[in-house]
């Protein structure tokens, strides 16, 4: 069986501040596959690599994303001890050294036409993925960027046919659907990349422990999405050996 793909979640978020350049280098380092991040539009049309909406839950504001300036965010962030990321700033980080997947954290085109032109003025297209959660976000990015690779990230009890017509080429379901109708059609038949933790463990997105992460690979997945990418590599390496 071809091993899975390791996802570095928000980065090496076990072990670091999320979506932060330190992050992501560390799982590259770690020697993560691919390295998850998120975005969303600041108020002045800025990508931030930011999974929530404000800076509550990581620098104790409640500045919100969409309502305030970059460069206004990143201080806040900073006086809070975080040293936030533009999008730019983390592809340019994580991409010379591995592909990045960038999690559409909204569900209008604005934010799927900055991204585009992150990527487009990085010069990054093939070594980047767009994960999106609307089939019209889908549509939008593989017109715009022909050969742009698009992950959906599924809601629950969605069709995937719609999503695989809008151009997707990969599929994203949590652990906890593994059990379902939409996996059982998706596992074997095309690319399945799960997510860790999150509905129906028990536990915050990306945590896993190793009973869990073995019952994740026995699906046998493209890819897993954790904040531990330690823990994936390390069982790869035993089973190898």
Avoid at 78 to 92: K, N
Avoid at 202 to 223: E, K, M, S, T
Wanted: hydrophobic fraction near 50%; aromatic fraction near 4%.
């Amino acid at each position: 069986m071809t091993r899975p793909l390791v996802i570095a979640h928000r980065g090496h978020s076990a072990r670091y501040p999320e979506n932060t350049l330190e992050a992501y280098r560390a799982a590259i380092a770690a020697g993560a596959d691919l390295v998850e991040t998120d975005a969303r539009l600041s108020a002045d049309g800025v990508v931030i690599a930011s999974h929530d909406p404000d800076l509550a839950r990581i620098a104790g504001s409640d500045a919100a994303i969409a309502e305030t300036s970059h460069e206004n965010l990143k201080a806040i962030a900073r006086s809070g001890g975080v040293q936030l990321a533009t999008l730019a700033e983390a592809l340019a980080a994580i991409c010379p050294h591995r592909q990045a997947l960038i999690d559409i954290k909204t569900k209008d085109l604005a934010i799927i036409d900055a991204v585009l032109a992150v990527i487009r003025e990085l010069g990054v297209l093939d070594r980047v993925w767009v994960g999106a959660r609307e089939v019209l976000q889908v549509a939008h990015a593989t017109l715009k960027v022909p050969g742009i690779r698009v992950l959906a990230f599924l809601p629950d009890k969605s069709n995937p046919d719609h999503y695989a017509a809008a151009g997707a080429s990969a599929f994203r379901i949590w652990e906890g659907s593994l059990g379902g109708p939409v996996a059982a059609r998706l596992l074997g038949h095309l690319p399945v990349w799960i997510t860790a933790g999150g509905n129906g463990t028990g536990r915050i997105v990306g945590d896993v422990d190793g009973d869990a992460l073995l019952r994740i690979l026995a699906h046998a997945p493209q890819a897993v999405l954790l904040n531990d990418p330690d823990l994936l590599i390390g069982l790869q390496s035993r089973k190898a050996s």
